[in-house]
């Protein structure tokens, strides 16, 4: 099989979210034609709104390439939302627990089997405060380095100004009218790393380039300069968050193994042409 062919509930998702997405926003989107025409591979996704994944749907429903998305077991339990989340073939993610390594083997299945499978990598939305992407998870890296598929980077910029994230009071900023941004980048390069052990460093390595690219992506969008320290996820003795340096690639972390339960549950040039779609 060499792509995911879109099936009746996948259609029907469409008809239902695409009319109140066309009315509601306007769209730049750039970037399609790196979007593989056929065979499997991952897209690397930033996540800073609740709405971007509905706009990075819309995007990625548009070039005929179907995502299937890595998404909290939760998301799947209950519910018209759950439902739609079986039927058009998501995969749960169950986190920290024995059927952890379920999400990474349907993962590499998927991409075998000729499909797009979709990881934010940071794993949730970012805390970084001026929304820039945080350190990534290596639940992306691992199943790129095991199938050898192109992972292709996608910057996603304005859900936020009508969803903002984390927001303390439940504020939905619909109008005026917001852009949407959604842009496709080159695919990263991590063919230097196909027969390599996959170490923690080299899942380090494969996962900072993968952010990075989604980083300058982005910064090209915003026509600012991203952060030299990356947010790391991380709570010091004080219980502050904390940021560190980017590290260099290939820096070396520990160059122990990780297994597949350990990386599972990650959720994991700009074309120069604009592309509106409807």
């Given amino acids: 099989m060499s792509r995911r062919r879109i099936g009746f509930s996948y259609r029907f998702a469409a008809c ?44 990625q429903y ?17 519910g018209f939302v759950g439902m739609m989340m079986r039927r ?11 059927d952890a390594a379920g999400a990474f083997k349907a993962a590499v299945d998927a991409v075998h089997a000729g499909e797009c499978v979709a990881f934010y990598p940071e794993g949730t939305l970012t805390r970084d405060p001026d929304l820039w992407p945080m350190e990534g998870k290596t639940g992306a890296a691992r199943v790129a380095l095991l199938t050898h598929a192109p992972v ?9 100004a009508a969803v903002p994230p984390y927001a303390r009071e439940k504020k939905v900023r619909l109008f005026p009218r917001k852009t949407l941004t959604v842009v496709a980048g080159a695919p990263v390069e991590l063919s230097d790393l196909y027969d390599r052990e996959p170490t923690t460093d080299v899942l380090v390595e494969a996962t900072e380039r993968i952010m990075a690219a989604i980083t300058e992506l982005l910064a090209e ?43 599972a549950g990650s959720t994991l ?5 604009r592309e509106t779609g409807e």
């Fill in 88 to 98: 058009t073939g998501q995969i749960p993610v169950y986190r920290e627990t024995a």
């Fill in 152 to 160: 292709i980077p996608v910057a996603q910029w304005g859900a936020h």
């Fill in 269 to 273: 040039p700009v074309a120069q042409q």
């Fill in 221 to 263: 969008v915003r026509s600012e300069t991203p952060p030299a320290t990356r947010y790391e996820r991380r709570r010091d003795a004080d219980g502050t968050a904390g940021a560190r340096p980017v590290p260099p690639h290939g820096a070396p972390v520990s160059g122990r193994t990780l297994p597949a339960e350990a990386v």
């Fill in 16 to 59: 239902l979210v695409k009319p109140p997405m066309l009315v509601l926003f306007k769209r730049d989107w750039r970037g399609m034609e790196n979007i593989p025409e056929a065979g499997g591979f991952l897209t690397a996704v930033n996540h800073n709104s609740y709405l971007d994944p509905l706009s990075y749907a819309h995007y």
């Fill in 62 to 78: 548009n070039t005929g390439r179907v995502p299937r998305f890595l998404a909290k077991v939760g998301l799947f339990r209950s």
